[in-house]
């Protein structure tokens, strides 16, 4: 699909005072980062490219806006290192990022370049706000009470298709994470094991589990007891022969659990797994989200750009250590490191390798979510989209810019 944004009514966000940089502005914010971490990996700042707006319409982005007065916050220990008020940083955007759901891990690497200065080096002030679902966060673009949000893909292009003005400015998760898990003496190994099972949807509706039911030629309705929800803990409780999980997530909490079938605890020898990703009908995870006319707009365009490097340079702190990313603030369940590290482990597997780059969206799995997302129906009859996406919805060029930067400063955006 042509990688295109359309110009849009502008909404309101703080983004629209989003500070438009120029080249000696930029390089030294790339200085900055380089010295938030150090090490063997980075190299002299000069060598980074200058963030360009990604502008995805014909014309010449409008010209910066001058840089506002710095704002000052109090901090403690809990609190990420605020903007710098050095010279270098001029002036500070304000970004309030949303992310849906409670599994902190999933989000490991924006809390790493929150806490590790990155967000701040690049002169932003951001601020990560929870919502419950997918839907939920997106809609806080439209309200204008968020500025960026994660979600998958194929709910991103359902509410650009229901009239949201929002596009895909980097796809952070290559793969996806949805797994069946059964326990091993069910005899339950693929989707055709399905029949006349308790088959758990999960929380986001079940698609990918509706579309591998369906694939392997049962009836999702007639041939299965299909029920909304199903996790581990309807696993645990005898409530279903298979819950939906997250790679990442529940299966990571199940490990270690009473075994149900008899004495000690789960171990993964217990447990069967049909990954619904190598089952083929896998659904892209979790992308960044703005506000198309944040794409159109030279300043807003630049915090945009700004945003995506510095979240990518968090990605990669990710990878690099996931013990000390899980001993992030807000990073690992309940303070248990040991379960966080896995967790973040097991994202890093749904984000690495990323052979186009860090951030850029594959057109052969965009491809495959949308003809998922076509074709397969809920319990209701109903489908996650109803027409081919329209031209606009991806935008590659901010990642692929954020990667020749982080190239520039000797860093992996592959893998």
């Known amino acids: 699909m042509e990688i295109v944004a359309d110009r849009l009514a502008r909404m309101r966000s703080p983004l629209h005072t989003a500070v438009g940089r120029t080249s000696a502005l930029l390089m030294s914010a790339a200085l900055a980062l380089s010295a938030c971490t ?13 963030p360009t707006a990604g502008t995805p319409t014909a014309g010449t982005p409008t010209a910066p806006s001058p840089a506002p007065e710095i704002s000052t916050q109090q901090t403690d220990e809990s609190t990420p290192i605020p903007p710098s008020a050095a010279p270098d940083c001029p002036g500070v955007t ?16 924006y809390y790493a370049a929150l806490r590790h200065g990155h967000y701040s080096a690049a002169c932003l002030d951001v601020a990560i706000i929870t919502a419950a679902s997918a839907p939920e966060a997106l809609a806080t673009l439209s309200a204008g009470t968020a500025d960026v949000a994660v979600s998958p893909l194929a709910p991103g292009l359902q509410a650009r298709e229901s009239g949201s003005a ?17 326990l091993a003496s069910t005899g339950i190994r693929s989707p055709a094991d399905f029949r006349g099972k308790r088959v758990g949807l999960g929380t986001a509706g079940g698609w990918e589990v509706i579309a591998a039911t369906a694939k392997a030629g049962l009836d999702p309705v007639a041939d299965t007891s299909l029920s909304a929800g199903g996790g ?18 529940g299966y990571q909490r199940l490990l270690g659990q009473a075994n149900p079938a008899g004495e000690g605890t789960l171990s993964a020898q217990d447990l069967a797994v049909i990954d619904y990703q190598a089952e083929g009908v896998g659904l892209l995870p979790d992308g960044l989200w703005v506000g198309a006319d944040h794409v159109v707009d030279g300043a807003e365009a630049d915090a945009v750009q ?23 603030p807000d990073v690992s369940p309940g303070g248990d490191i040991e379960l966080g590290t896995r967790m973040v482990q097991a994202v890093n ?3 690495w390798p990323s052979p186009a780059g860090l951030g850029v969206m594959d057109p052969v799995t965009q491809e495959r979510t949308v003809q998922v997302a076509l074709v397969t129906k809920d319990l209701e009859g109903g489908r996650l ?8 919805s991806v935008i590659t060029t901010f990642a692929t810019e954020a990667d020749a930067q982080l190239e520039a400063l000797g860093l992996n955006v592959t893998g």
Not at 308 to 322: E, F, P, Y
């Open 232 to 249: 581990i803990d309807a696993l645990l409780a005898g409530e279903v022969d298979a819950a939906a999980a997250q790679i990442y997530d």
């Open 38 to 50: 150090g090490g063997a990996d980075d190299t002299s700042a000069s060598q980074a490219s200058e």
């Open 94 to 109: 304000p970004i309030r990022l949303t992310v849906p759901g409670t599994s902190a891990p999933r989000f490991a690497g």
């Open 306 to 328: 700004r945003f995506v490097t510095a979240s990518l340079r968090g990605w990669i702190d990710c990878r690099d250590d996931a013990a000390a990313c899980a001993a992030l």
């Open 349 to 351: 597997a749904l984000v």
């Open 385 to 392: 989209i109803t027409r081919e996406p329209d031209e606009g």
């Open 166 to 182: 929002i596009v895909n400015v980097a796809q952070i998760f290559q793969r996806s994470g949805t797994v069946q898990v059964a």
